[in-house]
């Protein structure tokens, strides 16, 4: 092991999702999305980046067709806090929403700007349908009033890291959810 990765594990305050966990959890949702979209025309739409580990474990799991395409935005904000403007850095440019049942994958709803905004970004440039599936969800942060329809795991207010997110953009690539020692953040 490198000094990098030893480094990065020595800043985790203690393990919250474990990678045993956070396989039960993906496939329960896929089970459950692959039975509501049975149907339909899914589209799974990854949020950049914090989303991509989620979204590769779970289109793996699934057993229906799927498209899969990707978006990124940014909240504005520093550290652990995330913003409250939405900002598009990377859209959508397809002519055929009409046609598709979107699933937006997001590791972690917190605030839930992020989520809302899409939700109804997507509804008006058409999608046939637009749900969302979160993998960790801190309810207590709440700030405006939106449910995801799948939520993999609620968690505590605590700043995480791990399976796709990160601080500072590091730590992504680390297998379970940890919580960040805070005197990695408060100094
Ligand atoms: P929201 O718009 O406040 O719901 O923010 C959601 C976004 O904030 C997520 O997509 C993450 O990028 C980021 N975020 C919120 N909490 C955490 C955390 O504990 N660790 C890493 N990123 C987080
Ligand atoms: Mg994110």
Redo the contacts with the bound molecule.
Sequence with gaps: MNSDYIKRDTDVESILVSQEELSDIVSRIAAEVSSDYEDKNLLLLC?LK??IVFMGDLMKKLTIPCEIDCMKVS?Y?KG?E??GR?NILLDLHRSDLSEKDILIV??????????S?LVNYLKINGARSVKAVAL?D?PS?R?VEYTPDYVGREIPD????GYG???AEQYRSLPYVGI?KRSVYEK
């Design positions: 949020i914090g989303s909240s904000g652990t995330s913003g939405i997001e590791d972690i709803i917190d605030s839930g700007k992020t989520l905004y960790l801190k942060r700030e605590e700043f995480v890291i997110l990160d601080y960040l």
